[in-house]
Nanobody, 124 residues
Framework: QLVESGGGSVQPGGSLRLSCTAS????????VAWFRQVQGKEREFVAA????????YYTDSVKGRFAISRDNAKKTMYLQMNTLNTEDTAVYYC???????????????????WGQGMQVTVSA
């Protein structure tokens, strides 16, 4: 089970940090990721960090603004979001999965555990 926290509303240019904590499982062995979904659109990949080498991956629109990290001792993953703009408004989901190969990192189907989703709204 993944439990998210940290969503909310912020003005353009502001920052938010999302957290996602796992209960049970071998968190340190999972690739963890963040996805987001705008109402009426498909869920899209935002960022991921693999278990094997802790390298991070980002979709182009968030590179340089967002940072994904993980604390395996706390079974928690984070998404630090800076310089937010209105296009970042969405429901954000955390996800985790074992044995995620590199080519599958941005694919929803690679992840078997999902958070409940939380709203992030960027508006003036």
């Amino acid at each position: 089970q993944l439990v998210e926290s940290g969503g909310g509303s912020v003005q353009p240019g502001g920052s938010l940090r999302l957290s996602c904590t796992a209960s049970g499982g071998t968190f340190s062995q999972y690739t963890v990721a963040w996805f987001r979904q705008v109402q009426g659109k498909e869920r899209e990949f935002v960022a991921a960090i693999r278990s094997s080498n802790s390298r991070a991956y980002y979709t182009d629109s968030v590179k340089g603004r967002f940072a994904i990290s993980r604390d395996n001792a706390k079974k928690t993953m984070y998404l630090q979001m800076n310089t937010l703009n209105t296009e970042d408004t969405a429901v954000y989901y955390c996800a985790a999965g074992p044995g995620v190969i590199l080519s599958s990192v941005p694919r929803e189907s690679a992840y078997i555990y999902w958070g409940q989703g939380m709203q992030v709204t960027v508006s003036a």
